[in-house]
């Protein structure tokens, strides 16, 4: 049984003539009635009454009709759905993005894209390195921005920016009235986390071990607003990166003089998988935003 049969099947139920539905799918007439004789052969049972050229549909036939019409309407719509995601300005793009990128550099980046191309969608999924790695590889994604990782050499990564991170203490701490500091001022401070299973934690412990001591978390969180909120409210200081409209007026946000802290962000992609048109057009266009920047 083949496609082109049930397309012919729908359009002879539909005219209820042979010389009518040869016309409308310009084909002869023989060659129609050749093609529903075959169809009927293979399903069991005749679809049609016939009277000379004019048939009409028996119950066998409208029975039959119905699933055609489903089958044939959902590839239709199978196709429409393909040549949607052929379209690089009407796709889907599915990509995945660290914990603490939610609320700076995900919505610029996205943001700047969507002004120019409104028509493609995003499936935004937001988790931590291991997790994000695993769903690339498994194809539930088509983009990271994260992190650089290690052994992962079927994994593409460029570089779009360096995100420095800054110390948060709450306003009624004596260093918030400093201008910056630096980290080892905050060595006998109780600080305040992601959790250990984020690469912040790690970082910022790096950090710490380079000003010369040990990080005491006495708090973790999974998102930079819940730090910053515990921060507000006296529980200890934390070093997260910066967020856009989420200056909070009992926390003071300080930059770092040294050590450097600061994190690579860039985008990845599996080497080997060819990207959809949509989720193409958005990793050039975030490359070259970020070149564009010089960052």
Not at 145 to 165: C, M, R, V, Y
Request: net charge neutral; hydrophobic share 40%.
């Amino acid at each position: 049984m083949e496609w082109q049969q049930l397309e012919y099947f729908r359009v002879v139920a539909r005219t209820q003539h042979f010389t009518k539905a040869s016309q409308s799918l310009a084909i002869s007439q023989p060659a129609l009635s050749r093609s529903i004789t075959k169809l009927e052969e293979e399903v069991g049972v005749l679809l049609f009454d016939r009277v000379g050229r004019t048939v009409r549909l028996n119950s066998f036939g409208e029975i039959f009709l119905k699933h055609v019409e489903s089958a044939l309407n959902e590839i239709d719509q199978g196709i429409q759905a393909l040549a949607q995601m052929n379209n690089p300005a009407t796709g889907v793009i599915s990509l995945a993005f660290l914990v603490s990128l939610g609320l700076n550099i995900l919505p610029e980046v996205i943001g700047q894209f969507n002004r120019q191309y409104p028509g493609v969608e995003f499936r935004l999924y937001e988790s931590v390195t291991p997790f994000i790695l695993k769903d690339l590889i498994n194809g539930k994604v088509d983009l990271c921005l994260t992190s650089p990782f290690e052994n992962q050499s079927g994994i593409a990564w460029h570089k779009l920016l360096d995100d420095a991170l800054y110390a948060y203490v709450p306003v009624t701490h004596p260093l918030a009235s400093r201008s910056s500091i630096c980290l080892a001022e905050l060595r006998d401070e109780p600080f305040i986390g992601f959790r250990k299973n984020y690469d912040m934690r790690s970082l910022v412990g790096e950090f710490c071990r380079q000003a010369g001591f040990l990080p005491q978390v006495k708090f973790e969180g999974g998102d930079i607003a819940t730090i910053v909120g515990l921060v507000s409210s006296g529980l200890g200081v934390a070093v997260i990166p910066k967020f856009s409209g989420a200056e909070f007026s009992k926390v003071k946000c300080l930059p770092i003089e040294e050590p450097v802290c600061q994190r690579e962000i860039g985008l990845a992609w599996l080497r080997e998988r060819m990207l959809p048109p949509s989720a193409t057009l958005f990793r050039d266009f975030v490359v070259h935003t970020f070149e564009k920047r010089g960052n």
